[in-house]
């Protein structure tokens, strides 16, 4: 039994058909580290679950269990005659738990074969054979004649075997596979034949279920549903093989509450009164059967569900801000990699996927960005029914392209796959409410032509943001402006048209013994060397959003979910055994962030907007040159900010070049500030701060904007009334540069 939104919904899995002689002596390959899942995969036990909850019919036949596999170098027009052993599909053959765990090389072709047997009572039905995804290339054999071919590794598709069946007796199915990867033009996300640093380990072939379903003549091919909250209607369309009327219900919990007919080809408008919305505090379901009539007879019929919600961008507090359901929501959680030490791109059960948004909610976070990579369809699912709202990335393409690029062939076919398969990714997932932003573009990964893919994409789903590139290579278009912050965090100021997020932060480190992919590598944006060093700094780079939503900021992005091969830097270890945060008082600061933004008040300001006059030097001066007795007489002067043209967040009003520089600052105050007063500042990279001879704030690294900070308490107490003296010091050691620095007070609103 199955509860699909507030439906209990019954269906018949006609069974697994392992094609092992002995099943019981499959056990997983040799692997560096396995989950505590790994235990409950079987070939009886691999990924049982219904693959395709927006869309359920009673009767299918999964195909996963052991396959017959073999390795070849030379292209075939039919398999090869001999076999290298058994593959546990759904799991990629370079997995533990694929039995396998071997690599394939760009050249060569990995063959898939089984037999199964059709139920009886299938008799007079198409049969539709379903893969969920296959990566890269794909050929599929049915009793020796060719049934299709597809290109992609993250959507599904379905052959049409009705005819290639033989009447009775087993069938002979061949699945033939290509991936390059790397060495060719194809969306591949992090996928690398060499993983190192942030790349890991390619996926090649069935990494999610194979299935089978029979269907009458004319039958419901897809759905689409979107729903619209400012009207209290959803809309239902259908693909329809053949033609009859569509009769739609809509269902909360056991009450039908609206019903609606219309012709195949029309879509159906439904009125929902008093529509529950979806959020992530409520996330309301409504349950949703499709019926196709033929005269009197229902000739198919699924069941679906939907959510009310609506995505949009709107003004409030003077800011451009996300908006859930016309009401400004801060979006938080982390970036979402996705990948399993023992499945790779596929989790060991269904347990396990859902573990990892559950363990996500309990931090108290309301989001995750799906980062290069694709999930099984019940992963969008689960996050519908927890109410966790999903940034969607498409995997990014083979490299950088520049229209310049004099290769054509190369710039063409890199093109092709990546549209093609973006296009796939929104009709395959694109009715899940979870689902609330596209990004199309990271970081100019396989980047190219973003102005006219980003309208497409845009035009293509209007229901949802589309992020247009996430850090770094921005053009202006979209419906944010996304920088990434390492550990940040960071922000850019929202504009007219779009809000400001931070699609990275972060990457807090903390390698646990005993639960690491390798002895060697292991690395963060920052690591730590205990549980409390890492949960202190955690702690300090999240209350720092708290002002930049004051100033705009929309959400935010942690890195990230889980540890990943060398990357050290998730909430949990690899194989999700060591939660490495307390969960109290995460789940305490995370709350903060939804509550109304707090008001910014400038108190001394910094030259983001109006120059600010600094006395400065690039010499080294004497030991006390932040105490505010110095004589810096001798200094230059200049107006802020100080640093190098190109420098992101950097208005230059003096030019600062060289490695090191000194600033000093008079500010006078009629009164020493009451409340929350922070330091707001610049630096690009390492910066010390002093108020009146005592440190404020030490910073390592660089941002991209101005952050706004807590200041040590002993520097606060330094402040009073009349003249203060602000000092900074900065160094760099390449790249753009900057730096600058002001107080601010942070006001909470209230409710």
Known sequence: MQRLAGLTLVWICAGSLAHAQDPEAWKPAEGKILTRWAKDVSPDRAWPEYPRPQMVRPNWLNLNGLWDYAITTGDRAAGPNVRDGEILVPFCIESALSGVNRGIKPEQYLWYRRTFQTPRDWQGHRVLLHFGAVDWATEVWLNGQRVGTHRGGYDPFTFDITETLKPRGRQDLVVKVNDPTDASWQPRGKQVLDPKGIWYTAVTGIWQTVWLEPVPQQYIRSLKITPNIDRSEVVV???????????????????????????????????????????????????????????????????????????????????????????????????????????????PTDEALRYDLETIKKLGMNMLRKHVKVAPERLYYHCDKLGLLVWQDMPSGDRYISGADPDITRRTESAVNFERELKGMIDAFGNHPSIVMWVVYNEGWGQWETERVTAWTKAYDPTRLVNAASGWTDRGIGDVIDVHAYPGPSMQPAEETRASVLGEFGGLGWPVEGHLWWNKKNWGYRTYTSQAELQENYLSVVRRLLPLIGQGLSAAVYTQTSDVEGEVNGLMTYDREVLKLDVAPLAKLHRELYRPPPEIREIVPTSAKTPQTWRFTTTQPAKDWFKPGFDDSSWKTGEGMFGTQGTPGVRVGTAWTTSDIWLRRTLSLDEVPTGDLQLQAYHDEDAEVYINGVTAASFKGWVGSHIVTRIAPEARAALRAGANTLAVHCHQTGGGQGVDAGLVLVVPRSE
């Not at 949703?288 to 409030?316: E, N, P, Q």
């Open 237 to 347: 369309e259908a693909n329809i093989a053949g033609g009859g009327e569509l009769q739609v219900e809509v269902r909360d919990q056991d009450r039908v509450i609206a019903r609606a007919k219309t012709s195949a080809e029309s879509p159906a408008t439904i009125r929902i009164p008093d529509a529950k919305l979806w959020s992530p505090d409520t996330p309301h379901l409504y349950d949703l059967k499709v019926s196709l009539i033929d005269g009197d007879a229902t000739a198919d019929g699924v069941r679906s569900y939907f959510g009310m919600r609506k995505i949009a961008l709107g003004k409030h507090d003077g800011h451009t801000r996300l908006l859930l359901n016309n009401k400004p929501l801060f979006q938080f959680g982390p970036l979402d990699q996705g990948w399993w030490p023992d499945g790779l791109y596929t989790a």
